[in-house]
């Protein structure tokens, strides 16, 4: 895969508009693109115009999604700056994200992890992320 390639998560929720927020306000993040009833399904991308990486939630009409599968479901945040990384951890918490313990306890200790209102969880990692 190239560089210039995108890479975009999605999945489905029951709380379309308050994730929105949530993800932008958390992550600073914005709506790079959105969509309503397009085959029964509203949706927005969520990301950066200058990364490569897209978050996207839908919500199907008539269609009832749940809770997260799992506690383990996390998407990982690399923040190796401490006053960005606590920066970051506020505005995650001034978001809607509730602190949690993390399943695996590994990401306790040098991150917090959060949970969202469908019980998918966000880690913010204070490390760099080192290629082995």
Same mark, same amino acid.
């Given at each position: 895969?190239?560089?210039? #390639?995108?890479l975009? !998560?999605? $999945? ?6 308050? =994730? *929105?927020?949530?993800?932008?306000q958390?992550?600073?993040?914005q709506?790079?693109a ?10 927005a ?7 490569s990486?897209?978050?996207e939630?839908?919500?199907? #009409?008539?269609?009832? !999604?749940? $809770? ?6 996390? =998407? *990982? ?21 509730t602190?949690v313990?993390?399943?695996?306890p ?5 991150g917090?992890t ?19």
């Amino acid at each position: 895969m190239e560089r210039s #390639h995108i890479l975009r !998560v999605a $999945r489905p929720t029951d709380h379309l508009e308050q =994730l *929105v927020a949530m993800y932008c306000q958390g992550l600073g993040y914005q709506v790079l693109a959105s969509f309503a009833d397009h085959q029964g399904f509203d949706g927005a991308i969520l990301g950066l115009k200058s990364h490569s990486v897209h978050l996207e939630f839908t919500h199907c #009409h008539g269609h009832h !999604v749940g $809770r997260a599968p799992t506690q383990d479901n996390l =998407l *990982v945040f690399y923040v190796p700056d401490e006053a960005e990384w606590q920066s970051r951890c506020a505005a995650m918490e001034a978001a809607g994200f509730t602190p949690v313990a993390s399943f695996n306890p590994y990401w306790d200790v040098q991150g917090k992890t959060f949970e969202d209102v469908d019980g998918y969880r966000v880690v913010i990692q204070r490390e760099v992320w080192k290629d082995n």
